[in-house]
């Protein structure tokens, strides 16, 4: 069998505003990379999968990565697999689509790369055995809504005429989703985009071969289009002449039956046909690792998310007459569960274990319970003690996997569910457990800084994607555009040095304008105006992205600054200087109340400015988490 080459592209950030920075690209394309090269995993070599993220998503960048893998890299019997996330738009002139770079301009199409003379010309010159290209783009630009017959038809992305050349190349495929528009924003899950989520999903086992094992393209395509809803589910475009392995050993040609060619003329798209159904996710699967990371969720069934095993008896040290008890305690314990009371469950299940200690099958129970209720470090040790007792018990292995899942140890959680299936190798819910796990490994183990240009995964190891940490992406949890909160003490001196200068700003105007009246007024007015503006903007943008540290000086400040207004006017001796000063001064009575006006405002509209934008940082964390 060939070798099996990649190229991922994913880019968030553009040069071009007219592109709205994307959230989960440059993960999603990282992500399914690293799973690719990963021993757990795809398996691929790492140095034949090239990652290119950001900045370094160029167009002569990404040209010269295409022509060499399609031309020179790629020989007759290797399978190449090209994956963008990105912005792609419609040419305004003559409505032909293009992929934007991060060096793209959208009113210079020619910036961006153009798939009919640029990516098909390389699908039908190289000598690949096969070629499938996976374009998960938001839609941006004024001429979709006018070109798609459907909110989120991909079609007049490739357009006619390719689609037309395409179903002439064998072998050449051409999958297309919908990663947002004008009328539907980004989506992801678990801090990847819905489409990848799903694929990585899909490679982990949703779409494998019952009989090989094997991860064919086709049933994988559909997989996606029964797992997504209707704005990423994909469209796929091309023939081939049979099943195309992406992942696993084997003779491709008789490993599953072969895929009929589209028969609705040019531009069709590919329908798989011979193929077992693959039924849509299962909703446990789906929801097996929530973005709060939890396997176990508290409002499903307690036993969680395999079903319990037949009743384990109860132990031989205890008495006939504890064994009974416990039995039937145990037996209350499960109708309290059918009634949805799982508390009142976990307090029987307590009172077995005091009457029968080893009794496997309550403290399996409690165990599950108690990861339903998030509890994970004591539910392991339930289920330790369970697996020192049966140390072939399927379903004790499992629920650890699940635990040590939630608890981030994904290393000894795969290799609990691997035990699991060696245990019982059909149990569809381990299997979904395992694809989770995968999934998550992939996700939140995937190094988080950029990808060197060129053969970014060529020198790490295979195990690259399992072994460092819980880091994720660099934009991920970051304010927008990609910055990040500073550091508390930091924040805390910026705060202080700009109040400190505005409050500086002020007095000086406020002291030009009262000592020397018969100077321009503008000068001393723009300078408290400064001040003023420059006490606003700290207060608004700082508090919006440092939080509370950047308010912390503000309440101070203004409190400072609301003296001297307060001394002047409330009090008899502010009066008598203020008589005073007017007196010696009559010309600078105008500046004085000025200045007066521009102290209350300093005490008021910077602390009103300070609580809107803290609110407003509030709220957006909120909705990313």
Same mark, same amino acid.
């Given at each position: 069998m060939g070798k099996r080459l990649g190229l991922l592209i994913g880019i968030n950030q553009y040069q071009d505003n007219s592109f709205r920075p994307l959230r989960y690209?440059?993960?999603?394309?990282?992500?399914?990379?690293?799973?690719?090269?990963?021993?757990?995993?795809?398996?691929?070599?790492?140095?034949?999968?090239?990652?290119?993220?950001?900045?370094?998503?160029?167009?002569?960048?990404?040209?010269?990565?295409?022509?060499?893998?399609?031309?020179?890299?790629?020989?007759?019997?290797?399978?190449?697999?090209?994956?963008?996330?990105?912005? !792609?738009?419609?040419?305004?002139?003559?409505?032909? *689509?293009?992929?934007?770079?991060?060096?793209?301009?959208?009113?210079?199409? !020619?910036?961006?790369?153009?798939?009919?003379?640029?990516?098909?010309?390389?699908?039908?010159?190289?000598?690949?055995?096969?070629?499938?290209?996976?374009?998960?783009?938001?839609?941006?630009?004024?001429?979709?809504?006018?070109?798609?017959?459907?909110?989120?038809?991909?079609?007049?992305?490739? *357009?006619?005429?390719?689609?037309?050349?395409?179903?002439?190349?064998?072998?050449?495929?051409?999958?297309?989703?919908?990663?947002?528009?004008?009328?539907?924003?980004?989506?992801?899950?678990?801090?990847?985009?819905?489409? !990848?989520?799903?694929?990585?999903?899909?490679?982990?086992?949703?779409?494998?071969?019952?009989?090989?094992?094997?991860?064919?393209?086709?049933?994988?395509?559909?997989?996606?289009?029964?797992?997504?809803?209707?704005?990423?589910?994909?469209?796929?475009?091309?023939?081939?002449? *049979?099943?195309?392995?992406?992942?696993?050993?084997?003779?491709?040609?008789?490993?599953?039956?072969?895929?009929?060619?589209?028969?609705?003329?040019?531009?069709?798209?590919?329908?798989?046909?011979?193929?077992?159904?693959?039924?849509?996710v299962p909703g446990r699967a789906a929801q097996a690792l929530p973005q709060t990371g939890q396997l176990l969720q508290p409002t499903q069934a307690p036993i969680g998310i395999a079903q319990l095993s037949p009743q384990q008896p109860a132990s031989a040290m205890a008495s006939p007459t504890a064994e009974q008890q416990a039995a039937l305690l145990l037996q209350q314990a499960r109708a309290l569960l059918q009634q949805q009371r799982p508390a009142d469950a976990l307090n029987l299940l307590e009172q077995v274990l005091q009457l029968a200690p080893t009794n496997a099958a309550a403290l399996l129970l409690k165990g599950q319970l108690l990861g339903t209720a998030g509890r994970f470090a004591e539910a392991l040790q339930a289920i330790e003690l369970v697996l020192h007792q049966e140390p072939g018990n399927a379903l004790a292995w499992s629920t650890r996997a699940a635990l040590l899942a939630n608890l981030g140890q994904f290393e000894a959680a795969l290799q609990a569910v691997e035990r699991s299936l060696a245990l019982d190798p059909h149990n569809a819910e381990?299997?979904?457990?395992?694809?989770?796990?995968?999934?998550?490994?992939?996700?939140?183990?995937?190094?988080?800084?950029?990808?060197? !240009?060129?053969?970014?995964?060529?020198?790490?190891?295979?195990?690259?994607?399992?072994?460092?940490?819980?880091?994720?992406?660099?934009?991920?949890?970051?304010?927008?555009?990609?910055?990040?909160?500073?550091?508390?003490?930091?924040?805390?001196?910026?705060?202080l040095a700009l109040q400190v200068v505005g409050l500086a700003l002020g007095l000086l105007g406020a002291w030009l304008a009262i000592k020397h009246p018969g100077a321009p007024s503008v000068l001393p007015l723009t300078i408290e105006g400064l001040g003023l503006a420059l006490l606003c903007v700290n207060a608004l943008s700082g508090c919006y992205f440092d939080g509370f540290w950047r308010f912390l000086p503000i309440p101070f400040t203004s409190l400072l600054t609301a003296l001297l207004p307060a001394y002047l006017l409330l009090t008899q001796s502010g009066r008598m200087r203020l008589v005073a000063l007017v007196t010696a001064n009559p010309r600078g009575f105008t500046a004085a109340l000025f200045s007066l006006l521009w102290a209350g405002l300093v005490a008021v509209l910077p602390l009103l400015l300070a609580l809107i934008g803290l609110l407003s940082g509030w709220l957006r964390g909120a909705r990313r988490r």
């Open positions: 690209a440059e993960m999603d394309a990282r992500a399914i990379a690293h799973w690719l090269v990963n021993s757990r995993g795809g398996r691929w070599n790492p140095s034949d999968v090239q990652l290119l993220l950001g900045p370094q998503a160029t167009r002569q960048h990404i040209e010269q990565w295409l022509t060499q893998l399609c031309l020179q890299a790629a020989g007759p019997d290797d399978t190449l697999f090209l994956y963008f996330a990105g912005h !792609a738009f419609l040419d305004e002139g003559r409505a032909e *689509g293009y992929l934007a770079l991060v060096d793209t301009f959208y009113q210079q199409p !020619a910036s961006g790369l153009h798939l009919a003379t640029t990516l098909l010309p390389l699908l039908g010159r190289s000598p690949a055995r096969a070629i499938v290209c996976i374009l998960d783009c938001f839609q941006t630009g004024r001429l979709w809504g006018q070109r798609r017959s459907s909110p989120f038809d991909c079609k007049p992305l490739p *357009g006619p005429a390719f689609l037309a050349a395409l179903q002439q190349l064998p072998n050449r495929f051409l999958l297309c989703s919908c990663r947002g528009n004008e009328l539907a924003a980004e989506q992801g899950e678990q801090n990847v985009g819905l489409l !990848a989520h799903r694929l990585l999903l899909g490679l982990c086992g949703g779409a494998a071969d019952p009989t090989s094992g094997q991860i064919i393209f086709q049933r994988l395509s559909l997989y996606l289009q029964q797992s997504l809803g209707e704005q990423q589910r994909p469209q796929l475009f091309g023939q081939g002449l *049979g099943p195309l392995v992406l992942v696993g050993e084997g003779n491709p040609e008789t490993s599953a039956p072969a895929i009929a060619r589209a028969g609705n003329g040019a531009g069709g798209e590919a329908r798989p046909s011979g193929l077992h159904q693959v039924p849509p381990t299997q979904t457990i395992k694809s989770a796990i995968l999934v998550k490994m992939a996700v939140t183990q995937t190094p988080a800084g950029p990808a060197a !240009a060129g053969p970014a995964l060529a020198n790490s190891s295979s195990n690259q994607a399992t072994a460092g940490g819980t880091e994720m992406a660099a934009t991920d949890g970051a304010p927008h555009g990609g910055q990040r909160r500073r550091r508390p003490a930091r924040a805390l001196l910026i705060s």
